[in-house]
C-alpha cells in the first residue's frame, strides 16, 4: 500500500552557508514518500544555485521563484504547487533527524484529520545556546510530550514553525498561509488552536534547529516584540475573553500599557493591578492601579498577566492555584 505523499514547503532567502546540510536531511530520510517545494525568496547568494544542483539530482525536489516578497509570499506559492496529502513545513538553515518524517506520518495516520503532529526540538549553534533559547527549547518540550501545548498559547508561540504536520484538508480549512501577518508561525498556531486540532504527544526529538546571529528571526522587524502583543489580545479577545467576568490587566509596564490602550479603544473595561508600590494608586489612562491582593475582591475575574520577570510569574501562578484558577479560563500569561 502506497504510503501518503508529504509536502515538504521551504521557503528561503540567502542560507547559502546552511541549505545543503537542510536538503541533504531531507533527501536522507527514512520517510522517502515525499515532496520537497522549495521557494526562492529573492536571494542574492549562491542559495538558488545550491538548490538548483539538489533538483537536477533529485526529482522529488521542486525549486519555485518567489513572485511575492517575504516568507508568507513563499509559502503560499509553495503551498499552492503542492499535492501531498500530509503538508510539513522546514527552515532552510536546520536539519531535519532522519526520522523525522517517518515518526510525524505515522502519528497522524493513527490519530487522523483534525490532529496535529509535533516533535521535540533540539536548539544548536556553533557558538552555543544563549539561556533565553534553552529555557524555550525546554519549556516547548514539555509542552509537547503532553500534547497540552495550547494551554500557554498566550505566553509563547507553542507549535514550533519547522516541526509539525497536517492533513492538506485540515491546513485548508483554518486557511493555510492567510491572511499576510506576521509572525506568521505564530499566527497559523493561533488558528490550529481555533480550529481545535489535538496536538499529538510525542517523546521523539525530530528537528535540529540552528541559531545565529542573523538569522531572519532575529534580525527582521516582523519578528520584533511589537507584532507579538497585538496577536495575542486579538486572538484572545477573538477566542477566549469571556464579556461576563471582568477582566484584570497585571503589569504596568510597557505591554500592560499597550493593552490598556487597546481595551479603551475597543471600550472594553478592566480593573488594572500592579505591584510597584510607586504606580499602586496612581491614576493611568484613566485608570486607577491597585495590589496585587485587589483581585480577591473581584468576582469572576479573567487576569492578562504582562508581568515579566520569571519569579514573578512563578509567585503569581502560586497564588492564582491558591485561589483554584484555571489557566485561559481564568487567567492568561502574555510573556
Known amino acids: 500500500m502506497q504510503r501518503p505523499l508529504i509536502s515538504i514547503l521551504v521557503p528561503f532567502k540567502n542560507t547559502e552557508e546552511f541549505i545543503a546540510d537542510c536538503l541533504t536531511s531531507i533527501i536522507n530520510q527514512t520517510y522517502t514518500n515525499w515532496e520537497l517545494v522549495i521557494a526562492d525568496d529573492h536571494s542574492t547568494d549562491m542559495s538558488y544555485s545550491i538548490v538548483e544542483n539538489f533538483a537536477k539530482q533529485d526529482d522529488r525536489i521542486k525549486l519555485l521563484k518567489n513572485s511575492g516578497q517575504g516568507i508568507i509570499?513563499?509559502?503560499?506559492m509553495a503551498f499552492n504547487q503542492s499535492s501531498g496529502e500530509f503538508i510539513t513545513r522546514m527552515d532552510s538553515d536546520d536539519v531535519m533527524r532522519l526520522n523525522k518524517l517517518e515518526i510525524l506520518s505515522k502519528n497522524l495516520l493513527i490519530h487522523g484529520k483534525g490532529h496535529l503532529a509535533v516533535g521535540k526540538v533540539n536548539y544548536f549553534s556553533e557558538k552555543g545556546i544563549k539561556e533565553?533559547?534553552?529555557?524555550?527549547?525546554?519549556?516547548?518540550?514539555?509542552?509537547?510530550?503532553?500534547?497540552?501545548?495550547?494551554?500557554?498559547?498566550?505566553?509563547?508561540?507553542?507549535?514550533?514553525?519547522?516541526?509539525?504536520?497536517?492533513?492538506?484538508?485540515?491546513?485548508m480549512a483554518c486557511n493555510a498561509f492567510n491572511p499576510k501577518r506576521y509572525p506568521e508561525d505564530y499566527d497559523l498556531a493561533f488558528r490550529f488552536y481555533k480550529?481545535?486540532?489535538?496536538?499529538?504527544?510525542?517523546n521523539d526529538i525530530l528537528h535540529d534547529w540552528r541559531d545565529y546571529s542573523y538569522r531572519t528571526s532575529r534580525t527582521n522587524e516582523h519578528y520584533a516584540e511589537n507584532h507579538?502583543?497585538?496577536?495575542?489580545?486579538?486572538?484572545?479577545?477573538?477566542?477566549?475573553?469571556?464579556?461576563?467576568?471582568?477582566?484584570?490587566?497585571?503589569?504596568a509596564g510597557n505591554k500592560g500599557k499597550f493593552i490598556a490602550k487597546t481595551l479603551i479603544k475597543k471600550q472594553i473595561p478592566f480593573e488594572w493591578i500592579c505591584d510597584n508600590p510607586n504606580k499602586i494608586g496612581r491614576d493611568i489612562y484613566g485608570n486607577i492601579l491597585k495590589p496585587f491582593d485587589y483581585l480577591e475582591t473581584i468576582n469572576n475575574a479573567q487576569s492578562i498577566i504582562t508581568v515579566a520577570n520569571k519569579k514573578s510569574q512563578q509567585e503569581i501562578k502560586n497564588y492564582l492555584l491558591k485561589l483554584n484558577l484555571n489557566s485561559i479560563e481564568d487567567y492568561v500569561f502574555f510573556c
Open 73 to 76: 509570499d513563499a509559502l503560499k
Open 228 to 251: 507579538f502583543i497585538p496577536l495575542k489580545l486579538d486572538y484572545f479577545l477573538e477566542l477566549d475573553y469571556n464579556p461576563k467576568k471582568k477582566l484584570v490587566i497585571w503589569g
Open 132 to 171: 533565553g533559547y534553552k529555557n524555550y527549547e525546554i519549556w516547548l518540550n514539555e509542552l509537547t510530550e503532553k500534547g497540552n501545548n495550547y494551554s500557554e498559547i498566550y505566553k509563547e508561540c507553542v507549535i514550533p514553525s519547522p516541526c509539525w504536520m497536517i492533513h492538506r484538508s485540515d491546513l
Open 195 to 202: 480550529h481545535q486540532y489535538t496536538c499529538i504527544p510525542s
